[in-house]
């Protein structure tokens, strides 16, 4: 059952309602504003770095006797990118690429191709690296882009985030580091019309949910 502040207070649970209510201070201190959006803090960096260290291990258990090719999808992938590869103990090879399909907080639903990939990757284990997955519109251009042109000889998916509540693709993710609920992220490579990348931390939108 929740209480608010004053219900707090009536039930003699005074401890209680100071800690909420210097945790609300604490919040609302840290609180950020990019272009016209606040947004509040989610995950501290220190909390980040567990998460990925702990996916970085799971996938080397399945490519410890491999050389696979991490693929970072740029720009959103880099922070991610940078240090799972610190935390990744095995052998493994890089390329990128650079897609789009965003406009402000808003999916457009087109997937535009930015870069083309920079390593030949035929018949090679590749894990594709996103820095979140919502709708999955992008991963199914890429898959089909993968299968189509370059002809991996395996080809799995690797996300910081996703958004089970959004997601409506029938194939699977298979490796993510945390599932958020369906609110616009920023901060750690992921940006609101190009601000906010460079953050240490993640941050959510204040106002609630954004449907992708």
């Not at 210097?22 to 609180?31: K, N, P, R, T, V």
């Not at 095995?90 to 087109?110: H, R």
């Not at 018949?123 to 042109?149: A, C, P, Q, S, W």
């Not at 395996?154 to 993710?173: E, G, H, N, R, Y």
């Amino acid at each position: 059952m929740y209480y608010s502040f004053i219900e707090l207070l009536q039930k003699e649970n005074r401890s209680i309602a100071i800690k909420t209510l210097f945790l609300y201070f604490e919040i609302l201190m840290e609180s950020i504003t990019i272009h016209d959006k606040n947004f509040v803090p989610y995950l501290k960096h220190d909390e980040i770095q567990e998460i990925i260290k702990k996916l970085a291990l799971k996938v080397y258990e399945d490519y410890k006797d491999e050389t696979p090719i991490f693929v970072g999808v740029l720009n959103g992938v880099i922070m991610f990118f940078s240090d799972f590869l610190k935390y990744y103990p095995g052998k493994c090879e890089i390329a990128f690429l650079q897609v789009s399909s965003y406009s402000g907080t808003q999916s457009t639903g087109i997937v535009y191709k930015k870069m083309d990939l920079t390593k030949d990757v035929v018949d090679r284990h590749i894990i594709l690296m996103e820095d979140i997955v919502d709708t999955g519109n992008t991963l199914e251009n890429l898959f089909e882009y993968f299968k189509n042109t370059q002809r991996p000889k395996s080809l799995k998916v690797a996300s910081l985030l996703l958004k089970p509540d959004v997601f409506q693709k029938d194939f699977t993710i298979d490796y993510v580091a945390k599932e958020i609920p369906n609110k616009f992220v920023l901060g750690y490579g992921l940006d609101y019309d190009e601000l906010g990348r460079n953050l240490p931390d993640l941050y959510q939108l204040e106002e609630g949910r954004i449907n992708h």
